[in-house]
């Protein structure tokens, strides 16, 4: 369960003495979670000007003395992901070209972390480039959310810390629903890990949808693996973007007699047409959190809901600067 210490008042003694002092300083992938963790570690975001020369190169100016100082980057590489990588990239350079002690990079959202390994003969592994590219444009540290695998952490050669939504997704739930009638369930077999822990936390039983397609061409055929019928369905999985094996494996959960489904998913990447589907689709509702700056589509569909998650990465930071476990925020 996350737990209410606050860095702030618990940890700006310990910090001012370890560390010197701690500067926030935001890209323009989520200024709106930037400025919520700002808020709730009680410190301004420092003034920086990250803005695009005539032929969209990325200009960054730091425009506070941040020397000696442990700066922590917030900026998630979502769509576009190319830009807000380059912003990520050069504030770093910037910031390590004014003498900052400690650069942590706070990545909520972590992009090409689904090309993790190669899926063909001459395919790139292009989560370990974006890895390498961030420890030599300085990074001392990493810091991120939910990544899509977790062995993307041995591709950095800095220490990195995987948070997990797990805990503020268990609280909404518990607040939500009655606890004994609803099945934790996911969405595909490679996501039972993440499910199970979470099915763990809440005491409630687990249910897997094994997708399959026998041939090219022909639509994925969904097997629920558990008998839901009866249950409040909760689909758990790190990432939407497309949302259609969302959309299937809701309609494949209500067809095995399931009461209602929803949806809590960590990344919410929702691209194209993908808001339109959740929105036309049988999901009671689906959940994300804002690691990713939600579209006015978004804001506005009637059976989506944002869940922040400031304070987790507020006290994660917190805990970080003072020199304090991060791990213990997830016991």
Known sequence: MLKSVSPTSKGEAAISAKNGSIKLVAGNSNPELAAQIAAWLKLPLTKASVRRFADNEVFVEILENVRGSDVYVIQSTSFPANDHLMELLIITDALRRASARRITAVIPYFGYARQDRKVGSRAPISAKLVANLITHAGA???M??????????????IPT??????????????????????????PDVGGVIRARGLAKRINAPLAIIDKRRERAG???????????AGYTCVLI????DSGGTLVNAADALLANGAKDVYAYITHGV??????????????KELVITDSIQPTEAVRKAPNIRLLPISSLIGEAIGRTASEESVSSLFD
């Open 144 to 157: 991120t959310l939910d990544l899509h695998a977790a062995q993307i952490q041995g591709f950095f050669d």
């Open 218 to 228: 022909e639509s994925e055929v969904m097997n629920v693996i558990g008998d839901v």
């Open 140 to 142: 001392d540290r990493v």
């Open 161 to 186: 810390d995987n948070l997990f939504a797990a805990p503020v997704m268990a609280r909404d739930i518990k607040e939500k629903f009655n606890l004994s009638e609803v099945m934790v369930v996911s």
């Open 270 to 283: 929702l691209s194209g047409g993908a808001v339109a589907r959740v929105t036309g689709s049988k999901l």
């Open 237 to 240: 999985d790190d990432i939407v």
